[in-house]
């Protein structure tokens, strides 16, 4: 930035130049740009590097540290880099300028006049007036500016005489407005906390006067660290936030927030600036949103309370028990069959987020998962196959957040075809020979059920001649085959038909029925055979058929003499049967009265005699003990006599 055009001011108390006017018209003041006019970060300038700074101590002239003869009155004064002031602050903010220098007096010297700068500067010392006790003052004193912003200073002095007011700070400045010894400088691009300085001399006393400048800016970036993606249930959780930038430090306080509950509030300390918090896990903090805040108070200021909140960052909980689940299989499974497997836990939170794992090998199972409340229970069909024959591991795994538990149980698969049961006919005459065989597959024994003592063998023979008990009878073959400790048993079973002719004994058909008539009877009469045989049994007299079955009651038309056949395609039996009906006997009236009067008399001559004997029994007893009475009252008086006076 090219520096504003010097301007040039006379005293109004001298007619001369004044000694601001001589000093500028030697020395070459240029744009606060540092060295060979490099304009530096922080807007801040210097002299030029071709002229080391004078300065002015009393009654002698130093330049670049070497100290010169002592010359005229004893002036202290220092001259230092006057770069930007301001006048009568107001506190706006204005766009952002940057540095100039700009003197009261500032005017290009010649080349030649630094050869007389010593004569000069002694002269400078010479005509500057003692002036009282002036003092330099800034307004404001205080300003909190965002960051990037501007401000106006104002830069004052007290001095009767006309003053050299100036500004030191690395910041850009440029001057606003100037007056009767007050500057206004407008300070922008402000980056960061300064303290600028106004100056001003007032003949050869220099004072000074600070602005206490205060950048806040928002934070840069604020992150709520990661959560765990699942955090268990009565575990300490520890939350941390990490802020970056943010000013002034002092004002900046870190929250952290579940929901709107407010866990902690610490002090921002450090870059980045970190916040923490332990939690507890429970069960209610399952969904619940985190957050970090960064609040900006400023209040004191009188600019307001700013708060900026990180994204949420929700926690999962959970609860899996220390426990296996429970794993319902069956420890073998046959080729071709399949069998259903079930497994459980309870004590699960949330248990509809639990996964479940069931495979047998490395085949996962197709699984069917019903939820409850805290529990679940998984089902899963495993099918035995002719390629997963042999022992496999079955394994049910329950995943929740972090953790898992699983069960496992050892699965057989086998193979076990059942035994071969022929017979050489399964339907045959009474009298044939018939061959009974029993055979095992490959590595298997079998064993014939007619010969239970016969050892385990791959095959069984027998042979039976047919009779009419062999009908209906049943022929089994049992193999045995022993998988992981368990002996399995197979059986096939035949039954043999032997065809006979009508049978029609004694002990089916009795031949005599002999039942008193008006009683309840049941009449049995049964023909075997193979095949079975139709029974008739009819009365000889009129063919009527016998009553076969339950007679209620039995009537006296029953009686008489049946012819029974029994009939088949394989021959014909008969067999006579005879009913006999019995009538009861029946009295005549006076036959009734006599037979009633004679049990009467009976029964009273019975009664006489009963009281009798009670009677005779009664004087017994009673003359027993008068004669024991008289006994004892003898041998009484016996002892009396005998007893001396």
């Known amino acids: 930035m090219r520096p504003p055009p010097p301007v040039a001011r006379s005293s109004p108390l001298l007619s001369p130049p004044g000694p601001a006017a001589l000093l500028a018209s030697v020395w070459k003041f240029r744009p606060c740009h540092g060295q060979r006019g490099r304009t530096t970060r922080s807007g801040g300038h210097s002299l030029s590097p071709e002229m080391p700074e004078p300065s002015l101590r009393r009654g002698r002239l130093e330049v670049s540290g070497k100290a010169a003869p002592p010359l005229g009155p004893p002036r202290p004064a220092v001259i230092k880099n006057p770069c930007a002031l301001r006048a009568p602050v107001r506190s706006e903010r204005l766009s952002p300028p940057r540095c100039s220098l700009r003197t009261a007096q500032a005017a ?142 002092a004002q900046l306080t870190l929250v952290l927030l579940r929901g709107e509950e407010e866990l902690s509030r610490q002090p921002a300390v450090g870059e980045p600036a970190e916040g923490t918090a332990t939690v507890l896990a429970g069960r209610g903090d399952n969904g619940a949103n985190f957050t970090c805040r960064a609040e900006l108070d400023l209040r004191p200021q009188g600019l307001g309370f700013f708060q900026n909140t990180s994204a949420p960052r929700q926690l999962r909980t959970f609860v899996l028990p220390m426990t296996s689940p429970q794993l319902e299989t069956p420890r073998i499974l046959e080729v071709g069959t399949s069998e259903k497997v079930v497994c459980s836990m309870g004590g699960l939170f949330p248990a509809s987020e639990a996964q479940v794992h069931l495979a047998l090998g490395d085949h996962r199972l197709n699984t069917t998962v019903t939820y409850n409340e805290d529990s679940l229970s998984a089902t899963a069909w495993v099918e035995g196959t002719a390629e997963n024959k042999g022992d496999h591991l079955l394994v049910c795994a329950i995943m929740l957040g972090n953790q898992s538990q699983e069960s496992w149980r050892n699965l057989t698969v086998y193979s076990f075809p059942a035994p071969n049961l022929t017979l050489s006919e399964q339907e045959v005459s009474e009298g044939t020979q018939v061959e009974v065989a029993c055979e095992a597959s490959a590595g298997l024994r079998v064993r014939l059920s007619v010969a239970p003592a016969e050892p385990w063998a791959p095959s069984v023979q027998f042979l039976l001649n047919a009779t009419a008990e062999d009908n209906g009878r049943h022929f089994s073959c049992s193999a045995a085959l022993e998988v992981a400790g368990h002996v399995l048993y197979k059986n096939q079973t035949k039954e043999l038909r032997v065809l006979y002719g009508p049978r029609l004994d004694e002990s089916d058909c009795l031949g005599n ?60 039996v008969t067999r006579k049967v005879f009913l006999t009906v019995l009538i009861p006997c029946v009295l005549p009236a006076a036959r009734k009265n006599v037979l009633i009067i004679v049990l009467l008399t009976a029964g009273a001559i019975l009664g006489a005699v009963v009281v009798a004997i009670c009677l005779y029994n009664r004087q017994r007893k009673i003359k027993i003990y008068k004669l024991l009475k008289a006994q004892e009252a003898a041998a009484l008086k016996l002892k009396t006599q005998a007893t001396p006076p």
């Open 513 to 572: 029925w002999t039942w008193p008539e008006e009683t309840n009877q049941n009449l049995s009469c049964q023909a075997w055979g193979n095949p079975v045989p139709r029974l008739t049994c009819l009365r000889e007299t009129d063919r009527a058929p016998l009553p076969i079955g339950d007679l209620r009651p039995v009537k006296k038309q029953y009686e008489g003499t049946y012819l029974c056949k029994a009939e088949s395609p394989r021959g014909a």
């Open 108 to 249: 290009m010297a010649p080349a030649g006049a630094l050869s007389e700068l010593p004569l000069l500067l002694a002269l400078l010392g010479a005509l500057l007036p003692e002036p009282g006790d002036a003092q330099t003052s800034v307004f404001p004193t205080e300003a909190t500016l965002p960051r990037g912003g501007s401000v106006l200073v104002n830069c004052s002095s007290t001095c009767e005489e006309e003053a050299f007011l100036g500004l030191e700070t690395p910041l850009t400045k440029e001057e606003r407005d100037t007056g009767h010894n007050w500057m206004v400088f407008e300070l922008s691009d402000v980056e960061e906390d300064s303290k600028p300085m106004c100056f001003s001399i007032c003949g050869s006393k220099q004072t000074t006067a600070r602005i206490s400048i205060t950048v806040y800016r928002f934070p840069e970036h604020m992150e709520l660290l990661p959560l765990p993606p699942w955090q268990p249930v009565g575990e300490n959780l520890t939350l941390k936030c990490h802020v970056w930038g943010g000013a002034p430090r």
